[in-house]
């Protein structure tokens, strides 16, 4: 029971938790590719948006794998059944939803910040 409530939070925070460092760390690269300090950095900015987002969608779809995992342990019950099993259930299917809607943004995000001009001097 251990093991599926740890894969069920894992499941249920991680997906969010990689989302958002995505985004934060896309940031960080944006602001270093763009700004007059980070120049003689050589940074590579569509090789790191491009890590950063796989790594990020590679992680939100192990997240929806322990999802997954917990969904298939717990098939012979249902949500409504009485805790701890209905609630790890319960949680499992809505992580499930959760991740796969993060890993539809995490590609969006990707393909915005790769096909997109980064630094335009107005």
Same mark, same amino acid.
């Given at each position: !029971?251990?093991?599926?409530?740890?894969?069920?939070?894992? $499941?249920?925070? *991680? #997906?969010?938790?990689?989302?958002?460092? &995505?985004?934060?760390?896309?940031? +960080?690269?944006?602001? &270093?590719? %763009?700004?007059?300090? +980070?120049?003689?950095?050589?940074?590579?900015?569509?090789?790191?948006? +491009?890590?950063?987002?796989?790594?990020? +969608?590679?992680?939100?779809?192990? *997240?929806? $794998? *322990?999802?997954? &995992?917990?969904? !298939?342990?717990?098939?012979?019950?249902?949500?409504?059944?009485?805790?701890?099993?209905? =609630?790890? =259930? @319960?949680?499992?299917? &809505?992580?499930?939803? *959760?991740?796969?809607? @993060?890993?539809?943004?995490?590609?969006?995000?990707?393909? #915005?910040?790769? @096909?997109?001009?980064? %630094?335009?001097?107005?």
């Amino acid at each position: !029971m251990r093991r599926l409530e740890v894969l069920q939070w894992v $499941g249920l925070l *991680a #997906g969010a938790a990689v989302w958002a460092a &995505a985004h934060v760390v896309g940031y +960080g690269v944006t602001e &270093a590719s %763009c700004n007059s300090g +980070g120049a003689n950095w050589g940074i590579h900015f569509d090789l790191w948006q +491009g890590l950063v987002t796989g790594i990020a +969608g590679a992680l939100a779809l192990a *997240a929806a $794998g *322990a999802a997954l &995992a917990v969904i !298939m342990l717990t098939r012979g019950s249902s949500y409504e059944d009485a805790p701890p099993v209905g =609630r790890i =259930r @319960f949680f499992a299917l &809505a992580a499930l939803v *959760a991740n796969v809607i @993060f890993t539809v943004a995490l590609l969006l995000y990707a393909l #915005g910040s790769i @096909f997109n001009v980064a %630094c335009r001097q107005g």
